[in-house]
T-cell receptor
Framework: DAGVTQSPTHLIKTRGQHVTLRCSPISGHKSVSWYQQVLGQGPQFIFQYYEKEERGRGNFPDRFSARQFPNYSSELNVNALLLGDSALYLC????????????FGPGTRLTVL | DAKTTQPNSMESNEEEPVHLPCNHSTISGTDYIHWYRQLPSQGPEYVIHGLTSNVNNRMASLAIAEDRKSSTLILHRATLRDAAVYYCILRLGSGTYKYIFGTGTRLKVLA
């Protein structure tokens, strides 16, 4: 069975640009969460979506936004990129938003120059 | 705010048990304790989770203190493939169902 997939694998952008990251959850999973992992640190929660609705938001600026589509895939958008946005962006899916275990994808490595 | 504290690194000899500690003194009654591990260039991988009682699965055991302010992940026989960063995580149980990751423990397994 396919796990969580993310695209692209790597991405290089310059300051001020916009980026869109994509995530496809495990088949049957309806909840998607996004995390930012800066080098050497643990992942930080950004968003959780369930049934196309935002269920949770971490302490990130409004430059970060996301959405979930009818097929439960998701996009994370970041506007006005800063050098500090350089990180590994992880997507995780679960059956539902509550107690279910989250399964992580391999991540998208974003470098902002 | 919810938070976990772990040692930065630990070492173990191959085929010996490993006890990875975690403090989570800010835990609330509905928060679950999860453990994930992360290999280089990969996303975190689920290991085990629990709420109040000790838990066992094919990968590991989780021992939770009676006051729930600390827990220990136990790998019964460490192998070289167990070398990874292990994260102790609080999964908030109310409102936002988000995972609060700590800084993780880098486990080195010696052959």
């Amino acid at each position: 069975d396919a796990g969580v997939t993310q695209s692209p694998t790597h991405l290089i952008k310059t300051r001020g640009q916009h980026v869109t990251l994509r995530c496809s959850p495990i088949s049957g999973h309806k909840s998607v969460s996004w995390y930012q992992q800066v080098l050497g640190q643990g992942p930080q929660f950004i968003f959780q979506y369930y049934e196309k609705e935002e269920r949770g938001r971490g302490n990130f600026p409004d430059r970060f936004s996301a959405r979930q589509f009818p097929n439960y895939s998701s996009e994370l958008n970041v506007n006005a990129l800063l050098l500090g946005d350089s990180a590994l962006y992880l997507c995780a899916s679960s059956l539902g938003p509550s107690r279910d275990t989250q399964y992580f994808g391999p991540g998208t490595r974003l470098t902002v120059l | 705010d919810a938070k976990t504290t772990q040692p930065n690194s630990m070492e173990s000899n191959e085929e010996e048990p490993v006890h990875l500690p975690c403090n989570h003194s800010t835990i609330s009654g509905t928060d679950y304790i999860h453990w994930y591990r992360q290999l280089p260039s990969q996303g975190p991988e689920y290991v085990i989770h629990g709420l109040t009682s000790n838990v066992n699965n094919r990968m590991a055991s989780l021992a939770i203190a009676e006051d729930r302010k600390s827990s220990t992940l136990i790998l019964h026989r460490a192998t070289l493939r167990d070398a990874a960063v292990y994260y102790c995580i609080l999964r908030l149980g109310s409102g936002t169902y988000k995972y609060i990751f700590g800084t993780g423990t880098r486990l080195k397994v010696l052959a």
